[in-house]
């Protein structure tokens, strides 16, 4: 499978398989998150793998959709804007560098035929008390990190030229 095929066959999971991840995979999954590029190498970041039973219950509290819990891990990614890059007009990076983070994570899942969901419409201030995160560190995002039991949607997308300027807007 070549980068666009990959691009183009993750899809985000809403319906997960209960089997283990293979624990190899996700050592990749992780891998492929980590060497993720940041402004300035800040690498303003932090990835939970959350397995346990009750950590996942109580993020099921700050997202409550029924397949979000279906799956036998969350990751949540986390990042820590004081240590993120900041331009000269005060425009902190930690988002986008978060970002491209969980964009290599959900693409090298896909390539290894696990499924992921970018989740960020939970309670925000649940999710921190669920992981005990300390003062400084945002949840950025969470996903499902299991085996697909859905076929996902079909891919919608604007078309190039909705989208694309050449030389000026
Ligand atoms: C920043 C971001 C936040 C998202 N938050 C959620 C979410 O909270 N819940 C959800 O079900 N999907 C969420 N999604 C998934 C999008 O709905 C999905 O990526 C989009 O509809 C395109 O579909 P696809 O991922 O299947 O290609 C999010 C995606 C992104 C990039």
Request: proline residues 6%; neutral net charge; hydrophobic residues 50%.
């Amino acid at each position: 499978m070549n980068f666009l095929e990959l691009a183009t066959k993750r899809i985000s999971v809403r319906g997960y398989h209960s089997t283990p991840v293979d624990e190899a995979a996700l050592a990749q999954v992780l891998e492929a998150a980590r060497v993720a590029p940041s402004a300035a190498n800040r690498q303003p970041w932090h990835i939970l793998v959350i397995r346990d039973k009750a950590a996942r219950l109580a993020l099921g509290q700050a997202y409550t959709r029924d397949w979000f819990q279906q799956a036998p891990l969350i990751l949540a990614v986390c990042v820590e804007p004081a240590k993120a890059w900041q331009r000269l007009d005060g425009k902190n990076f930690a988002d986008v560098d978060g970002a491209i983070l969980m964009d290599h994570l959900t693409l090298c899942a896909a390539d290894l035929g696990l499924g992921t969901c970018w989740v960020v419409a939970f309670e925000a201030a649940r999710v921190k008390a669920a992981l005990h995160l300390p003062e400084g560190i945002e949840p950025l995002a969470l996903t499902p990190l299991g085996y697909p039991a859905d076929a996902g949607r079909p891919k919608t997308r604007k078309a190039l030229a909705e989208i694309l300027h050449h030389d000026q807007w």
